[in-house]
């Protein structure tokens, strides 16, 4: 049975941008190269404008005074590393169905960011726990599942490294991800589906938001901040990786030519 | 059916199967995995018994007295339901307030006064400017205020 995909049934209608294009590691490479320094830009102007808002306009707290400051990086960065793995798995599970190489790639390079953000936004919560709450670390279920994140991401990157055929070890991590999907409902509702130390969500899609505006509007920036760094990231490491595992075609060697 | 769509049905059925049974798990995980139990649960006995655990609730207001040593403290948390008396020796969080959240951890003894060792403030998840809050509290005094001196006694 062959393992490719038949081009022509991918191929779209006339006169509509093919989007497959990019879908090959070549052209994927130029079109990440050039994306890469616009992320960046947006994502250094938007921190330095969300960390503004969160340290110098956003008011003090009744409740628990400049200690709540600490918002502006943890929530950004907690939703950062549920839904970095949601987009990892995603394409993990592209990658399997459709066999596609880059898809792979992506996953792969999305991980470490994903395990950074989990652990900023671990290391955050002790750091406000610790004033607030009165302790670093609860073993309450969104902390513990918080700290099980941690673990998928590196048992994802563990098992990429340890194979050394790199389309065998995209398959078996595209497996390990998806299983994984599973704690990410858990960390989201576990501040509803059990008595945890750990105060509900402030903000959600489904009623308005419990936090002065100006606040909102900080953490709203830094999270644009965070998906923008996200991408630039990401982007540079595939760039990488595609380098490394093409490394023996044409495309390859003519690009480091050019560039010497 | 072509190959990849056996796999796209293949990888769907698995995540599917798979939350099936992690909610089934949880479901059944569900009342072990309380971090705290509340004053009416420790009163319809479903806390452990022997053991150390923890209650969660509100501080009840006007309940906090320190006593001459400066370490001991007792208070009573309540889940406007049921009450616990509780009492600690040792530092409290900075958010310890009557009124408001609190977990802790101990064990009950004989007379179903709950002797903690650990204290933690429970915070909720409103943010609020001292501004606002100030207002909100001016506004809530002038309203009483208003309803004592118009409403005629009981």
């Known amino acids: ?260 | 059916m072509k190959p990849r769509h056996r796999r796209l049905a293949m990888v769907a059925g698995g995540v599917a199967a798979l939350g099936i049974a992690a909610t089934l798990v949880f479901s059944a995980l569900n009342r072990n995995l309380v971090f705290f139990f509340t004053p009416s649960q420790v009163a319809a006995k479903e806390a452990p018994v022997g053991r150390a655990f923890r209650i969660g609730g509100l501080v009840e207001a006007g309940t906090v007295k320190r006593q001459g040593d400066g370490r001991t403290v007792h208070f009573v948390v309540t889940d406007t339901a049921q009450r616990i008396p509780v009492v600690f020796q040792g530092l409290l969080p900075d958010l310890f307030r009557e009124g408001k959240g609190v977990v802790t951890q101990g064990s009950l003894d004989a007379n179903g006064v709950f002797h903690a060792t650990e204290v933690l403030a429970k915070h909720d998840e409103n943010y609020t400017p001292v501004e606002a809050a100030y207002a909100i509290k001016n506004a809530q005094d002038a309203g009483e205020r208003a309803a004592r001196t118009v409403s005629p006694g009981p």
């Open chain 1, 1 to 260: 049975m062959p393992r490719f995909i038949d081009v022509e049934t991918l191929r779209p209608a006339p006169g509509r941008i093919n989007w497959f294009k990019y879908s090959s590691p070549q052209t994927f490479f130029p079109l990440a190269g050039a994306a890469v320094p616009w992320f960046a830009a947006a994502a250094a102007v938007l921190c330095a404008v969300g960390l503004y808002i969160g340290f110098f306009v956003a008011p003090t707290d009744q409740q628990q005074g400049e200690a709540y400051r600490i918002i502006f990086i943890h929530v950004p960065a907690a939703w950062m590393s549920m839904f970095i793995y949601l987009v990892m798995a995603f394409w993990a599970g592209v990658g399997l169905v459709l066999n596609t190489r880059l898809s792979g790639m992506m996953a792969s390079a999305l991980a470490p960011t994903g395990a950074l953000f989990t652990f900023i936004a671990l290391w955050t919560g002790a750091l406000w726990g610790k004033p607030t709450w009165g302790t670093w670390w609860v073993w309450d279920a969104r902390l513990t599942s918080e700290l099980i994140l941690l673990f998928l991401y590196f048992g994802f990157m563990a098992l990429t490294a340890a194979i050394d055929d790199p389309r065998r070890a995209d398959r078996a991590a595209a497996l390990f991800a998806l299983v994984g999907v599973v704690n990410i409902p858990i960390i989201y509702f576990s501040v509803q589906w059990w008595n945890t130390l750990h105060q509900g969500a402030s903000v959600s899609l489904t009623r308005a938001p419990t936090m002065a505006a100006t606040m909102l509007a900080g953490m709203i920036v830094m999270a644009l901040a965070f998906w923008m760094y996200s991408i630039a990231a990401a982007f540079a490491r595939a760039r990488c990786i595609i380098l490394e595992r093409e490394r023996n075609s044409d495309w390859v060697a003519q690009y480091i030519e050019a560039s010497k």
